[in-house]
């Protein structure tokens, strides 16, 4: 249902800008939506759907927004919050935003950098992870690299890259990379997260990573790290 064109029929404003309604349909009844909009809404609103979310155990609604609107996990939790008397379970969101890093090591002969394989994945890449409601993007980053790999890190200035992809055909991914030093090689990897991890040269790295953000990322990395050294 994530991008479906709908209609909201408005019954209620339930804050700022959160309204409560029913999807314009045969069954209103059940079909309830919240809108969420910036801009005033009266008695019918036309949008996509940007998430799905369960309260309880099994009343699921759509969250609905203006085509042109962008609204991550962080955002639609926070403005949720405002529901009384009811408890947010599960959210499924069309757009999803990830922070995590290119991390590189200085060892005694060479430049590495860090790659890992997730569980559910195929592919190698950065480690990177889901921003959390009050979170900056660099402490994201930072935060999922310590619980993926157990490594302290320090975030280098002026290294900021993006890589936007829908990796399941809907669900629109938006990750910011920056550039991270780690001081020791030594991980420990979150076996729920991580299958596998490796430490390689840019020239590896690039026969390893399949994607063109990736390869694009790298080769940022590797002129700001000639920087640095």
């Not at 709908?6 to 309830?32: A, C, E, H, R, T």
């Not at 757009?95 to 005694?108: H, M, Q, R, T, W």
């Not at 910011?176 to 420990?188: E, K, P, S």
Request: proline share 2%.
């Amino acid at each position: 249902m994530l991008e479906d064109k709908v209609g909201v029929n408005i019954f209620g404003k339930l804050s700022k800008n959160l309204y409560s309604g029913y999807i314009n349909s045969d069954k209103p009844q059940q079909n309830k939506a919240y809108v969420l909009s910036e801009k005033p809404v009266d008695e019918y609103f036309k949008g996509v759907v940007i998430a799905v979310a369960t309260f309880g155990e099994d009343d699921q609604r759509v969250v609905v927004a203006s085509e042109d609107s962008v609204y991550y996990e962080p955002d639609l939790r926070t403005e949720l919050s405002y529901l009384k008397n009811t408890t947010l379970t599960s959210i499924k969101c069309l757009y999803e935003k990830s922070c995590g890093a290119v991390v590189f090591y200085n060892g005694k002969s060479n430049t590495r950098i860090l790659l890992v394989k997730n569980n559910n994945g195929r592919y190698w890449s950065f480690p990177k992870g889901h921003i959390e409601i009050g979170e900056t993007e660099k402490e994201t980053a930072v935060r999922e690299i310590k619980e993926e790999t157990s490594l302290e890190v320090e975030i280098k200035d002026g290294f900021r890259e993006v890589s936007d992809y829908c990796p399941f055909g809907k669900i629109r991914k938006h990750v910011v990379f920056f550039l991270a030093q780690a001081f020791t090689d030594n991980v420990r990897i979150q076996e729920e997260e991580i299958a596998e991890y490796v430490w390689v040269d840019l020239q590896q790295a690039r026969k390893l990573c399949s994607y063109d953000n990736d390869l694009r990322i790298i080769n940022k990395a590797e002129t700001a790290i000639r920087i640095i050294k």
